[in-house]
């Protein structure tokens, strides 16, 4: 059975930092490209950043981009650090994989999920 499960979430104040893990289990996810992505309360779940399997390539929304560093240590765990933060980066953050190379921007394309971790960003 595919999980994956989202930790680090937390309260923090503008400009702080937060570190984000997602764990991987119930297959090898070296070829799959996994993402980040997140919805804050009444707004859809929009992407956040995205890294290849094999090639390790990364991909991020411009509202994050210079902020947040995407990352994998091996096939099964993903990270997203996050600095500078913003109130406006408060929402959950979910992290999802897709089978294949392409790291992509569309949530449509993602077949795996986590439960989501909450981040709040007080100003």
């Known amino acids: 059975q595919v999980q994956l499960v989202e930790s680090g979430g937390g309260l923090v104040q503008a400009g702080g930092s937060l570190r984000l893990s997602c764990a991987a289990s119930g297959r090898t996810f070296s070829n799959y490209a996994m993402g980040w992505f997140r919805q804050a309360p009444g707004k859809e779940r929009d992407f956040v950043a995205a890294?290849?399997?094999?090639?390790?390539?990364t991909l991020y929304a411009d509202s994050v981009k210079g902020r947040f560093t995407i990352s994998r240590d091996n096939a099964n765990t993903m990270y997203l650090q996050m600095n500078s933060l913003k109130p406006e980066d408060t929402a959950v953050y979910y992290c999802a994989a897709r089978q294949g190379w392409f790291r992509s921007p569309s949530r449509d394309e993602y077949e795996y999920w986590g439960q989501g971790t909450q981040v709040t960003v007080s100003s």
């Open positions: 890294i290849g399997g094999n090639d390790r390539n």
